[in-house]
């Protein structure tokens, strides 16, 4: 079963850019079963999709979020990261990584999640 | 407004059978793109707990069941136990987004 775990700061400043990282474990991260994608949850709102990316850098992002996110992968160090730019107090959530499975995509596995405030 | 419309919330009383809808159109279920259904407890990690219409994961108790026609989906939860209560949420791929897009969620509440 794959373990993630998510890290980074819970409090990032209007404008500037949000920027998480994703540990794997239980998963060599090369085995082209998952995509590794990131999922957000706002208070008193629900799951919202923000991107992915598969362990050859091919990504695929949420269009909504107009072209402000990108997510990275380094396999050598089983991880993989999101970036999102411009954040205003719209971005503060829950912010989750999780499996992608290919084909079926559905999320298999999830990491704890980690929360993040946008707030000067 | 998502893409997948699902009830706000839904309640019943322990022992019943409670079924939660996923309207989608045809581009996402409508088009055959499979359904999964997750069980998202407060300050927990959402759990997959249907794949691929109606396929439960290990570990996940027969009394939860989905079920797909047409462009819509849904959930079914027999045996209701104070230990469903949970916000739970349908999710697809949808062609025109050309993305995963999830439904807004609906909560149990367990009377």
């Known amino acids: 079963q794959v373990q993630l775990q998510e890290s980074g700061p819970g409090l990032v400043k209007p404008s500037q850019t949000l920027s998480l990282t994703c540990t794997v474990s239980?998963?060599?991260?090369?085995?082209?079963?998952?995509?590794w994608s990131w999922v957000r949850q706002p208070a008193g709102k629900g799951l919202e999709y923000l991107g992915r990316?598969?362990?050859?850098?091919?990504?695929n992002y949420n269009p909504s979020l107009n072209s402000r996110v990108t997510i990275s992968v380094d396999t050598s160090k089983k991880q993989f990261s999101l970036k999102l730019s411009s954040v205003t107090a719209a971005d503060t959530a829950v912010y989750y990584c999780?499996?992608?499975?290919?084909?079926?995509?559905?999320?298999?596995?999830w990491g704890q999640g980690t929360p993040v405030t946008v707030s000067s | 407004q998502s893409v997948l419309t699902q009830p706000p919330s839904v309640s019943g009383a322990p022992g019943q059978r409670v079924t939660i809808s996923c309207t989608g159109s045809?581009?996402?279920?409508?088009?055959?793109?499979?359904i999964h259904w997750y069980q998202h407890l407060v300050g927990k990690a959402p759990k997959l707990i249907i794949s691929g219409n109606n396929n439960r994961p290990s570990g996940v108790p027969d009394r939860f069941s989905g079920s797909q026609s047409g462009a819509s989906a849904s959930l079914a939860i027999t045996g209701l136990q104070a230990e469903d209560e949970a916000d739970y949420y349908c999710?697809?791929?949808?062609?025109?987004?050309?993305?995963?897009?999830f439904g807004g969620g609906t909560k149990l509440t367990v009377l």
């Open positions: 999780a499996t992608l499975r290919l084909g079926q995509l559905s999320f298999g596995s």
């Open positions: 990316i598969s362990n050859s850098g091919n990504t």
């Open positions: 239980g998963d060599s991260m090369t085995s082209n079963i998952y995509y």
């Open positions: 045809s581009s996402n279920i409508g088009a055959g793109y499979k």
């Open positions: 999710q697809s791929y949808d062609s025109s987004l050309s993305g995963v897009v």
